[in-house]
């Protein structure tokens, strides 16, 4: 079954994630290890692929070093 296509804010959050994680310079799997996931939700989670938990938005966000609700607002906002 494939993707549906993932909401605005989805893909926002997906390119803050990836961005501030090679802001940090760290790869995928050491964001996974800092936030406690897997390391295959992580890519899930960049590439928009993931309908995300306010828990592991949390974890995430902790993970970066970033307030949650910055993750969901884009740049140029």
């Known amino acids: 079954m494939p993707f549906a296509t993932p909401s605005p804010l989805r ?11 090679k802001r940090l310079g760290i790869s995928q799997e050491e964001l996974a290890d800092r936030a406690q996931v ?3 939700f992580v890519g899930a989670v960049e590439r928009a ?15 970066l070093g970033v307030n949650a609700a910055d993750l969901m607002v884009s740049p140029s906002e």
């Open 11 to 21: 893909r926002v959050f997906a390119q803050r994630v990836r961005a501030e994680r």
């Open 38 to 40: 897997h390391r295959t």
């Open 49 to 63: 692929e993931t309908n995300i938990s306010i828990d592991n938005i949390g974890r995430i966000s902790d993970a």
